[in-house]
């Protein structure tokens, strides 16, 4: 069965280092999210990301992050000048199509600390 | 804006009990709710999802949940629990824009023998 593979699994950085989280997404899918989920709380959307371009963001994708389809296959996270409270699980996601009655599938997210 | 609160969030049942993971959403156009879970050390996992039709939704695993519109609900049961069941449940909604899943806090469920 198809998934959505991310890298790396876990993540030590620094406060105040740049930090890239990479995602393959399913082949045939054309829409593309992060989530993240902060240890014990619930999980949080970031944004979405389709045609190229950003869709959607939430108050917490602020200038500190962005998105990128590099080539056809990965969707990546950038984190610049990453913060204690950055450390969570981040989750990548993708669907064939829009959120609403479509299934999002979820890869195993990328656990990032920062110290 | 769309929400779902989740009742509870730990609930603990006997091997071969009922499970019952309560969510109530509020939306002001007709929702789409899905239920994922995650296992420890995993990622989310699609449970089942209801869009449109037939309210009451068969899931994998054995579960299923029933969308009444009344009661503004989408409770999540499983007639007959298993301990491989024990993970952390979370309800969802789609948001306005149809671009966002709008995550409830989660319900750990625990299994006991």
């Known amino acids: 069965e198809p998934e959505v593979t991310q890298t790396p699994s876990h993540q030590v950085t620094q406060m105040g280092q740049e930090v890239i989280l990479r995602c393959v997404p399913i082949?045939?899918?054309?829409?593309f999210y992060w989530y993240r989920q902060i240890l014990g709380q619930k999980v949080e959307f970031l944004v979405s990301f389709y045609n190229n371009e950003i869709s959607e963001k939430s108050e917490i994708f602020d200038d500190q992050f962005s998105v990128e389809r590099p080539d056809g296959s990965n969707f990546t996270l950038k984190i610049r000048s990453t913060k204690l409270e950055d450390s969570a699980m981040y989750f990548c996601?993708?669907?064939?199509?829009?959120?609403?009655?479509?299934?999002?599938?979820f890869g195993e997210g990328s656990w990032l600390t920062v110290v | 804006a769309q929400s779902v609160t989740q009742l509870g969030s730990h609930v603990s049942v006997s091997e071969g009990a009922l499970v019952l993971l309560r969510c109530n959403y509020s939306s002001s156009v007709p929702p789409y709710l899905f239920w994922y879970v995650q296992y420890p050390n995993q990622g989310l996992q699609l449970l089942l999802k209801?869009?449109?039709?037939?309210?009451l939704v068969k899931g994998i695993n054995g579960f299923e949940a029933e969308f009444k519109k009344s009661e503004t609900s989408f409770h999540l049961t499983k007639p007959s629990a298993h301990m491989s069941d024990a993970a952390e449940y979370f309800c969802a909604v789609s948001d306005d824009s149809g671009y966002a899943l709008n995550f409830g806090k989660g319900t750990s469920l625990l299994v006991t023998p």
């Open positions: 209801y869009t449109t039709g037939a309210t």
């Open positions: 082949s045939n899918h054309l829409y």
């Open positions: 996601a993708s669907s064939e199509g829009q959120a609403s009655g479509n299934t999002i599938y």
